[in-house]
């Protein structure tokens, strides 16, 4: 379909009626929403493993699209990641997602913002709430290492695993006590021989997909059209 026809019952760009919206997100950036207010009726949340397989994501995403009923506006608690939202398009929503190319940005509030900290401290490891609950599977995997090579060789091969890394960086948003998530971050950051740091986050962006404010830093397709990775390239260039 011609992305610049008119489509029936198109609304406004930028216009989003707030009290007729779905939201679909990683279980990371879930636990965010709701603390901006977003129902479980409204939120359909995906697990935050299936980052690991994009093909499956986009599998995910699709199926969940499709079972949105009505035509309310959809918003998508995602970035770009690893092109798993390249082509989701619906018949009948139009479908709403920040211009980011991961959920790094949703919590430091801005590309802009990330792209800041990229420069400023490449090999950093970012966590939030949501990510430290989420290393339940990093735990496991680590596990499974000690059982497979013992505890001094698993070590050596987790310190491996983030030999392009330098810093452990907590990112508190202010939507929660963060002690033990602190905790969490500090001992990981210890046990790999990395440098911790907490950093302030920013609901920022996330408040502006809720509220309708789709300025350029959000690409927004109307039903029947397909998002495309050119839809980013203005924040990823």
Same mark, same amino acid.
């Given at each position: 379909?011609?992305?610049? #026809? ?18 679909? +997100? *990683? ?13 479980? /009726? ?8 299936? &980052?690991?397989? %994009? ?7 699709? #199926? ?7 035509? *309310? ?7 770009? *990641?690893?092109?798993?939202?390249? +082509?989701?398009?619906?018949?009948? &929503?139009?479908?709403?997602? %920040?211009?980011?190319?991961? *959920? ?9 913002? @990330?792209? /800041? ?18 290393? /339940? ?39 929660? @006590? ?6 969490? #971050?500090? #001992? ?33 397709? /109307? ?9 980013? +390239?203005?924040?990823?260039?």
């Amino acid at each position: 379909m011609d992305r610049e #026809a008119e489509l029936p019952g198109q609304r406004e760009p930028g216009a989003m009626r707030t009290d007729d919206y779905h939201v679909i +997100s *990683c279980a990371t950036v879930a636990e965010e929403l709701r603390r901006l207010g977003v129902t479980e /009726e409204r939120l359909t949340v995906l697990e935050f493993g299936l &980052h690991a397989e %994009p093909e499956k994501l986009k599998s995910e995403l699709k #199926a969940a699209v499709e079972a949105v009923p009505g035509e *309310c506006d959809i918003l998508l608690g995602y970035g770009l *990641c690893s092109n798993a939202v390249v +082509s989701l398009s619906s018949p009948t &929503h139009r479908l709403v997602i %920040p211009k980011v190319d991961d *959920c790094i940005a949703l919590f430091l509030g801005s590309r802009a913002a @990330h792209m /800041e900290r990229l420069r400023a401290e490449p090999g950093t490891y970012y966590l939030t709430k949501g990510w430290v609950e989420a290393q /339940e599977g990093t735990v496991a995997e680590y596990e499974r290492l000690v059982e497979r090579y013992g505890p001094e060789r698993a070590l050596k091969v987790a310190r491996v695993l983030f030999v392009n890394y330098t810093t452990v960086a907590l990112i508190d948003t202010g939507n929660y @006590h963060m002690d033990e998530y602190r905790d969490f #971050a500090r #001992a990981m950051a210890g046990f790999l021989e990395l440098q911790f740091v907490e950093i302030p986050g920013s609901n920022r962006m996330l408040e502006m997909l809720l509220a309708g404010e789709w300025t350029d830093e959000f690409v927004v397709v /109307e039903p029947g059209v397909e998002i495309r990775f050119e839809d980013f +390239s203005t924040q990823l260039s």
